[in-house]
């Protein structure tokens, strides 16, 4: 029993000290950039009725969602996803507007996924939604924001790729196939496996530039180099407008000097049913899943009222800080905290010197010595707790300041110490 007591379920973990401190201050490094580009908070139930999260609103199957019921036997599950929550929210906060509505959130997703996969059952995410604006200036923009975000955790190494699974849907309609070959070819592209979609697509009655571009799709993929050589294989109008598009969104973010961390992936049909038109992925090394997963969903708010084009984006946080641990990247952490120690007989001063540092914005840790610790122990629990100065009354006026980042101890009055000593 007392075993079970101290452990977490499989798929869960604790998240404490010194990692707990990174994670916080990651999402606040990105949620300044979101403030930035001017998104503003909503903040959304960590459960909702069943109907908000179905399949064709981009969200998890329904086995792998958590269910519960309420007093009333309606069905309720914890989020496994932000983004139809935020579309519920718009449609029915913000059903009248017209002009763009941008909003961010940070939070955690629920999966019960199965215990093989390895992945974990709650996630944090962090990410935006742009509705009202269908513009490729908003497609643009929304990438350029995930770029400053990975900037700011102090990533440099990744890149985003960027698709449009309209050209896909524009071959398909091209082609002529039916439903089930479609599935086919497309669980191929998604694997990978372009030789046995070579090897399927020779037995299907497909027009020879069609077939071509399907054989060919391991090489859709790179600079804008992959839009010239995918226009030479279509002359389906959804397609064609598909790469026009990509071309757009490409210009813009050179405006913004980013081209260097895109290239295009016209292969990408990850939620092929959910987006209707621009798909990104961001990915560094330390990781083995994208970091940040986003597109355009235009159809998404009409399920909850309102006909609205959307497009967003979801940052997920463990697989970040997976890949900026493994890349020995950190946030900033400055190391800016007081510990005050003090006898008993020194408390009334103490608790006196705790306030007046706080009044000034100093994090302040009082303790109490006992007299089962001596204070080597008590400067190595500051050490462990990145503590910059530490203060010890010697008497009711008088305390040791040892200064744990320069590694100095000095004597002084409590009149004499100053906002600068800390």
């Known amino acids: 029993m007392k075993e079970t007591l101290l452990h977490t379920p499989e798929g869960v973990r604790d998240v404490y000290g010194d990692e707990c401190r990174k994670k916080n201050q990651l999402l606040r490094d990105i949620h300044h950039v979101l403030h930035l580009y001017s998104y503003h908070d909503i903040e959304t139930p960590s459960f909702e009725y069943f109907n908000i999260f179905n399949m064709d609103r981009g969200s998890a199957h329904s086995d792998e969602m958590y269910k519960f019921f309420d007093r009333d036997n309606r069905t309720l599950v914890m989020r496994p996803d932000f983004t139809p929550s935020v579309a519920r929210c718009v449609a029915k906060y913000y059903a009248d507007e017209e002009l763009p509505v941008r909003l961010c959130y940070s939070g955690k997703t629920f999966k019960n996924t199965l215990l093989h996969q390895g992945k974990p059952s709650i996630v944090t995410q962090i990410g935006c939604e742009l509705v009202n604006d269908a513009s490729s200036a908003a497609d643009a923009e929304m990438i350029s924001c995930v770029i400053d975000s990975l900037k700011a955790a102090k990533l440099t190494d990744f890149q985003i790729a960027i698709g449009e699974v309209d050209f896909f849907k524009g071959l398909m309609e091209e082609a002529g196939v039916s439903a089930e070959e479609e599935e086919v070819i497309r669980d191929f592209i998604q694997i990978r496996n372009f030789f046995g979609l070579s090897e399927y697509v020779e037995h299907l009655d497909l027009p020879d530039h069609t077939r071509k571009a399907l054989s060919t799709f391991d090489r859709l993929f790179g600079g804008l180099e992959a839009l010239d050589m995918a226009e030479t294989f279509t002359r389906s109008r959804r397609a064609l407008e598909a790469i026009e598009r990509l071309r757009k969104v490409y210009s813009a973010i050179r405006l913004y000097g980013y081209e260097d961390y895109i ?160």
Do not use: W
Request: net charge negative; proline share 2%; charged share 25%.
């Open 263 to 422: 290239s295009i992936d016209l292969g990408m049909l990850n939620g092929y049913d959910y987006y209707t038109g621009i798909v990104f992925s961001g990915y560094t090394f330390g990781t083995g899943d994208a970091i940040v997963k986003g597109g355009r969903y235009d159809d998404l708010l009409q399920q909850f009222g309102k006909d609205a084009p959307s497009v967003g984006f979801a940052i997920v946080i463990d697989e970040l800080m997976s890949a900026l641990n493994r890349q020995q990247i950190g946030p900033d952490s400055p190391v800016d905290r007081v510990m005050v120690i003090y006898p008993v007989e020194y408390q009334e001063t103490a608790v006196s010197l705790g306030r007046s540092l706080r009044e000034a914005n100093v994090k302040t840790e009082l303790i109490r010595k006992s007299t089962r610790h001596a204070l080597t122990e008590y400067l190595a629990h500051a050490d462990r707790n990145r503590v910059k100065m530490v203060y010890f009354f010697l008497s009711e006026n008088r305390v040791l300041c040892c200064d744990r980042i320069n590694r100095t101890q000095e004597e002084k009055n409590l009149t004499d110490i100053h906002e600068e000593d800390f």
